[in-house]
């Protein structure tokens, strides 16, 4: 079955250092993947999306790459600042009814 | 953020009773989800719903049931609660034009 991987020991780094988040997903070929954040006693909310195609893709301080040989998504924060203090998972997909999502791993950027 | 609301938002129940959950949407999404979130196994999906009346089960489906009579509502029932089933359920909603999910609040349901 699949497996997703995230890190569960929490990140943590320094406001202005580029926070770097991995992904790992193993019996599985997605065609796209997705990255939430999520928090604490909150639903999680989408942030990007970037399909099998597409090696790299950008959204404001955010940058996500897609490497389908390692079977592997980096999530990038660049410029952290402690609002972005949160847990983010990533969620591999095929299609619009079987989605799975990583435990997450938690963001701690300190002032 | 897409309009959706759950209810309740806490539950305490005993073993051995039915629990139902509401997810109720207001942005007319073809697709609703409803998942459950436990420390260490992340989001899972229990069903899924592609329009009303048509659902379909997801990977931890066992002991659970659906339905959706209106687009905007989404049921879950637990038919008989166990411990095991002590959670947060989350709700999800997709237009179906991307693949992005909107989530509601969550439940959180202790079953003792």
């Known amino acids: 079955s699949q497996k997703i991987e995230q890190n569960s020991e929490a990140l943590n780094i320094q406001e202005g250092k580029t926070a770097t988040l991995t992904c790992n997903y193993t019996?599985?070929?997605?065609?796209?993947l997705q990255w939430y954040r999520q928090d604490p006693g909150r639903g999680p909310v989408f942030l990007l999306l970037i399909r099998e195609n597409e090696k790299e893709k950008r959204k404001e301080r955010l940058k996500v790459t897609f490497d389908t040989t390692l079977k592997q998504s980096l999530f990038h924060i660049t410029a952290s600042q402690p609002a972005d203090s949160a847990t983010y998972l990533c969620a591999p997909g095929n299609n619009f009814n079987k989605f799975y999502f990583g435990s997450g791993t938690k963001l701690n950027v300190k002032p | 953020d897409a309009g959706i609301t759950q209810s309740p938002r806490h539950k305490v129940t005993e073993t051995g009773t039915p629990v139902t959950l509401r997810c109720h949407q207001t942005e007319n999404h073809r697709y609703m989800y409803w998942y459950r979130q436990d420390p260490g196994h992340g989001l899972r999906l229990i069903h899924y719903s592609y329009g009303v009346k048509d659902t379909d089960k997801g990977e931890v489906s066992d002991g659970y049931s659906v339905s959706r009579s209106k687009t905007e509502d989404f049921l879950l029932t637990l038919e008989s609660a166990t411990s095991s089933q002590t959670s947060v359920y989350f709700c999800?909603?997709?237009?179906?034009?991307?693949?992005?999910?909107?989530f509601g609040p969550g439940t959180r349901l202790t079953v003792t």
């Open positions: 999800a909603t997709s237009d179906g034009a991307g693949y992005e999910q909107y």
């Open positions: 019996n599985y070929s997605p065609a796209y």
